[in-house]
């Protein structure tokens, strides 16, 4: 596997289940980040993790709940979700976060539907 | 507060035709970078090009260039004899070395080559 893997890539949910999203980056990267790209929604920055420290939480409600177990693997866990949620959940990671501008490289989406 | 306008939000062309891509950004930092990705269908973000902002030159990839102005807070992207595989949704995105966890993107144009 090569650069930034996520799955499932596709994933419908009932509104009381619970389940998790995986991302994977192949490419060292000490940083990693969720974000949220709804219908005619600009791309929305949900969490961001630096070296498995959580850096940025915007506002996310609680039924989202990241986990970074270690620098290569992040975690998306999803319980009593609402139909507004439905959206392409897209993984990114970079060298790192800071004065840099490292770029972003991201993975292919996982494409949440909840009913 | 950073921001990222992209006022075009669809563009058609034909096969072959030049089209260039508008990017307008916002940023109190001094330092600070700029991004195109690529979005084609199947959802993941290809990233196309970084810049700096004391690098104003202005770069050329293959059919690919890329127009960075200070003075106009602009950096825009332009094809070269477009082709089919060129459609996708196009982001231009800022990030300040001050707050480099923080990729601010545009909404977005998208762009369809027809043949």
């Known amino acids: 596997e090569t650069g930034v893997t996520q799955t499932p890539r596709h994933l419908v949910m009932g509104m009381t289940n619970k389940k998790s999203l995986k991302c994977e980056q192949h490419l060292g990267h000490n940083a990693m980040y969720w974000y949220k790209q709804s219908a005619k929604k600009p791309l929305e920055l949900m969490f961001v993790?630096?070296?498995?420290?959580?850096?940025e939480n915007n506002s996310v409600p609680s039924r989202f709940s990241p986990e970074c177990p270690n620098s290569s693997h992040l975690f998306l866990h999803l319980h009593t979700l609402q139909p507004e949620d439905s959206a392409l959940y897209l993984c990114a990671s970079s060298q790192d976060i800071g004065p840099n501008g490292n770029e972003q490289f991201f993975g292919p989406g996982t494409r949440l539907t909840v009913l | 507060a950073q921001k990222v306008t992209q006022a075009q939000t669809e563009i058609s062309v034909v096969e072959k035709e030049d089209v260039t891509l508008d990017c307008v950004y916002e940023?109190?930092?001094?330092?600070?970078?700029l991004f195109w990705y690529k979005q084609p269908p199947s959802g993941e973000l290809v990233f196309l090009i970084r810049r700096n902002s004391f690098d104003e030159q202005n770069e050329i990839s293959g059919r690919y260039s890329w127009n960075f102005q200070k003075s106009t807070s602009s950096f825009n992207f332009t094809i070269t004899a477009s082709q089919v595989v060129d459609s996708a949704v196009y982001f231009c995105?800022?990030?300040?070395?001050?707050?480099?966890?923080?990729?601010?993107f545009g909404p977005g144009t998208r762009l369809s080559v027809l043949p």
């Open positions: 993790y630096s070296l498995e420290e959580r850096v």
């Open positions: 995105a800022l990030s300040e070395a001050n707050y480099g966890q923080n990729f601010v």
């Open positions: 940023t109190r930092d001094t330092t600070y970078y």
